[in-house]
């Protein structure tokens, strides 16, 4: 059974790759210091999974630390899913996240380098495309006209890994831009459950329907879109994890480094969003709108046709049943 290590792998889009993983016959192996997630995650995964899960607390811009495990747990492929991504956070401590965001990957690749490991899988966003008219986004689409040091920091590592792709040929890197993952598994056991501030709308409009948040703020009711509000490519997280299912599988057919958009190529409003909430759990959630959020764009759809005819990926969930995944954790 193939090791694949899954940096982050407790936070909300690791730990649903590690169900995936498991689903599919690989031997998952968290490292994560718990920063933005709760260590009570291991045992729900292993109740899901019903498999053991190996796990380290650890930094990994530890390099020390970060050794002695590589040299413990052979290892087919890494998912980086480790970082920072609270856009708002990173305004105010840009330093902080370079130094995490772009340390970190750096910690990470002189280590797999070092144990001639070179099949990588990076979690980039749909941050790093320039806020140009060319809707869908596809992955040649230009890119580095970031609006915040979150993004930046995406874009600065997808820019590493390609000077790495170029310089050595024996490295095998995918970069998955992922547009906006919601829900959670079936079972309602595991949930995007961050330390910090809430950033995105799924968790701020649980929190209102559970009563321990008044109101959703909208920011922004005047962007040039259907009903003025922003417009998401929302993609439901059990699809986001198969999608790095798929690439794994296929990580060994080419090397060099391809990029892939994730996410389902339609757009939905906030205030689609928040309708189709109500409609499938019949709870009404308040909203008020404030002032536009700094950073923030009309409407970011992808084209995810490069997936379904390189990996053979395609999202299966549409919102209305992503809203069904979430119900069960209300
Ligand atoms: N959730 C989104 O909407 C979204 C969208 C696009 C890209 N991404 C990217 O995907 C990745 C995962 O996102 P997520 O939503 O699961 O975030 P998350 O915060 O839930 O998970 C990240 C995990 O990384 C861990 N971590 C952070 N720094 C670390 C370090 N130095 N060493 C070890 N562990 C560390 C945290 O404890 C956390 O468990 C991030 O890189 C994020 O930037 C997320």
């Known amino acids: 059974m193939r090791n694949v290590f899954v940096t982050g792998g407790a936070g909300f889009i690791g730990s649903h790759c590690v169900i995936s993983l498991v689903k599919n016959g690989y ?3 968290i490292l994560d210091n718990f920063s933005n997630s709760h260590q009570s995650i291991i045992k729900k995964l292993e109740k899901i999974t019903k498999k053991k899960i190996i796990y380290y607390n650890v930094d990994i811009r530890d390099k020390k630390k970060l050794k002695l495990i590589f040299k413990k ?14 856009v708002g956070e990173s305004v105010e401590n840009s330093v902080c996240y370079f130094e995490n965001n772009v340390g970190s990957t750096l910690a990470l690749l002189e280590c797999m380098q070092k144990n001639k490991i070179y099949k990588i899988i990076f979690s980039s966003s749909a941050t790093v495309y320039d806020d140009d008219k060319a809707l869908p986004l596809k992955e040649n689409g230009k890119i580095g ?3 915040n040091p979150y993004g930046t920091s995406k874009y600065i590592i997808e820019r590493i890994l390609k000077d790495l792709a170029k310089s050595d040929s024996r490295w095998s890197i995918r970069i998955a831009r992922y547009f906006n993952p919601i829900s959670n598994h079936p079972t309602g056991l595991i949930k995007e459950n961050p330390k910090g501030a809430l950033n995105n709308l799924i968790p701020y409009i649980v929190k209102v329907a559970q009563k321990k948040i008044s109101e959703l703020k909208i920011f922004g009711k005047d962007y040039n879109t259907k009903d003025g509000t922003g417009v998401r490519d929302y993609v439901h997280i059990m699809d986001l994890a198969d999608g790095h299912t798929a690439m794994i599988k296929k990580i060994s057919h080419k090397k060099g480094l391809k990029i892939y958009n994730f996410g389902t ?7 689609e969003v928040v309708k189709a909430f109500e409609k499938q759990t019949g709870i009404s959630i308040p909203y008020k709108f404030t002032k536009r959020r700094k950073g923030d764009v009309a409407i970011s759809i992808c084209s995810p046709k490069k997936a379904l005819k390189e990996l053979n990926w395609k999202a299966k969930y549409d919102l209305d049943h992503a809203i069904i ?3 069960k954790i209300l």
């Open 145 to 147: 006209n970031t609006k």
């Open 73 to 86: 747990h052979p290892c087919y492929a890494v998912i980086h899913c480790a970082g920072f991504k609270a």
């Open 27 to 29: 031997k998952p192996i």
């Open 325 to 327: 995944d979430i119900k």
């Open 265 to 271: 190529g339609k757009g939905w409003s906030v205030l």
